[in-house]
């Protein structure tokens, strides 16, 4: 008879038993059962505690050790801090406070107002962007910078400056100033810059302005809905491994066919937009949630990693007399949840209001 043992033999295999009907129980699991990744990236609210890396590329990637922007400085404001995606790559960081610091110093542009980065750990966001996922995107307002710090309130309610209609083939001639060629061209002036997005109106007046100096416009490249801000992109920081880089921009400024082709498409587009309204059945086909699995293999450390620092917001530079730190002050939808995703709350929210004192009973006369 066969006399079970307890041998280091027999436990290696039952390991490996287990092991091998965990990996079947994981391949029975349909794709689908996998939350989305905007979900686990999307609820993220601190950094990963990690040294700091893009990973993948701009539109599957994401973030290790993530800085957030400090909300305030001297020549930016960081916009909708409720949204707190005011995080990037140090690099990024450190580029948009050097971008803003130039153009205040050397263009006489009173500062920048500065929209969506990245999330915490970066990754695919719960709405608005397809891209900003590795720390390396960040959307810039064409609306300046006012010259004081701005409160939480005011960058929640706040809108950018509208430069062309969504299907517009020329800019809005009234907003549009002279100086929006000498930002844009600040912008790409970066030996960082890998290019940035632009409304086709905005390419179309920046090539009509340009002259014979013309090597910037090819980092300059039209884009869909970018008449209010315009998109930075970064390269890949050098030594960065697994960082993935966007081929880079077709050679030439991009004012001939491929601005014309532009106009095209911006036609066409306005045309489907008025047949979709007319039939609500003729929506474009729903994009495929990206999952993990579409996501580097590291991103999975990414999201299990510890938790790193929460969002700044202190002001960097000089702290302006009147305004100091504007109070913070909680999301509405704080007010009525306890949700466990929302810790990071707890650190920068405002107090919450002192009750009224109660007012005194009416004194009674002596007798
Ligand atoms: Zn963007």
């Known amino acids: 008879m066969h006399r079970r043992t307890s041998s280091p ?43 700091a890396r893009s990973i993948g590329s701009y539109a599957r990637g994401c973030l290790a050790g993530g800085q957030s922007l400090p909300v305030s400085g001297p020549a930016w404001e960081a916009m909708k801090l409720q949204r707190n995606r005011n995080w990037g790559h140090p690099l990024l960081i450190k580029f948009l406070q050097r971008f803003a610091t130039d153009l205040q110093e050397k263009d006489g542009w009173p500062g920048l107002l500065i929209g969506d980065m990245a999330q915490p750990r970066g990754g695919p966001m719960l709405g608005g962007h397809k891209s900003h996922q590795s720390g390396l995107d960040a959307d810039i307002w064409y609306k300046p910078k006012p010259a004081r710090a701005m409160t939480r309130k005011e960058r929640a309610d706040s809108w950018s400056i509208k430069l062309a209609e969504v299907y517009g083939k020329q800019v809005i001639k009234k907003n549009w100033k002279p100086e929006y060629v000498t930002l844009l061209k600040r912008v790409v002036s970066y030996r960082e810059t890998a290019r940035i997005f632009v409304h086709p109106a905005v390419k179309r007046a920046l090539c009509d302005a340009a002259g014979e100096d013309r090597a910037w416009l090819r980092k300059v490249r039209p884009w869909w809905s970018h008449n209010y801000h315009f998109h930075l992109r970064l390269k890949c920081p050098a030594g960065v491994a697994g960082c993935v880089n966007q081929k880079p921009p077709p050679a ?47 991103c999975r450390s990414v999201l299990d990693a510890d938790a790193g620092s929460l969002p700044r917001r202190t002001q960097s530079g000089p702290i302006p007399k009147r305004a100091a730190v504007p109070p913070l002050v909680r999301p509405a939808a704080a007010k009525t949840t306890t949700d466990p995703n929302l810790p990071w709350l707890r650190g920068i929210a405002a107090p919450a209001p002192k009750r009224p004192a109660q007012i005194p009973p009416p004194e009674r006369k002596p007798r």
């Open 9 to 51: 033999a027999r436990w290696a295999g039952a390991a490996f038993g287990l092991i091998a009907a965990g990996g079947l129980l994981a391949a029975a699991v349909p794709a689908a059962a996998e939350p989305a990744a905007k979900k686990l990236f999307g609820t993220q609210k601190t950094s990963a505690a990690l040294s």
């Open 252 to 298: 030439g400024d991009g004012c001939g066919p491929q601005l014309t082709d532009w106009m095209k498409k911006l036609a066409a587009a306005e045309k489907w937009s008025k047949t979709k309204k007319k039939d609500p059945a003729k929506k474009a086909p729903k994009r495929r949630e990206l999952r993990m699995a579409d996501l580097p293999p590291a």
